[in-house]
């Protein structure tokens, strides 16, 4: 199983970038999907996570508002929206896969719970 993630970039602060995450395996599409950033020097932090049918969602607090996630299965495909983009937004995103959390609207927030995890890219707002 490989997740690809794309998108990221160089944007300035209030812009918007969207960054997609294709996967592999069509199973993936009954499981659960994240994504999570890491700043350099900081550890690795949830930012949203979407269920197997995209009727279940959850955002780390501080992202309510500016980020939306959403997948389609028919391309085996998740995608995150950053819009109002910060300067502390900055931060190489993960995409990642749960399957503990397939067929179900559970999500979780620690990213040990997920198992598969593309190669990061870099998001990198300017002031």
């Known amino acids: 199983v490989q997740l690809q993630a794309s998108g990221g970039g160089w944007v300035e602060a209030g812009g918007s970038l969207r960054l997609s995450c294709a996967a592999s395996?069509?199973?993936?599409?009954?499981?659960?999907m994240g994504w999570f950033r890491q700043a350099p020097g900081k550890e690795r932090e949830f930012v949203a996570a979407?269920?197997?049918?995209?009727?279940?969602?959850s955002y780390a607090d501080s992202l309510k508002g500016r980020f939306t996630i959403s997948r389609d299965n028919a391309k085996s495909t998740e995608y995150l929206q950053m819009n109002s983009l910060k300067p502390e937004d900055t931060a190489v995103y993960y995409c990642?896969?749960?399957?503990?959390?397939?067929?179900?609207?559970?999500?979780?927030?620690?990213?040990?719970?997920?198992?598969?995890w593309g190669q990061g890219t870099q998001v990198t707002v300017s002031s």
């Open positions: 990642a896969a749960d399957t503990t959390a397939c067929g179900t609207t559970w999500l979780n927030r620690r990213h040990r719970s997920y198992n598969y």
């Open positions: 395996a069509r199973a993936l599409s009954q499981c659960a």
């Open positions: 979407i269920n197997w049918s995209g009727d279940s969602t």
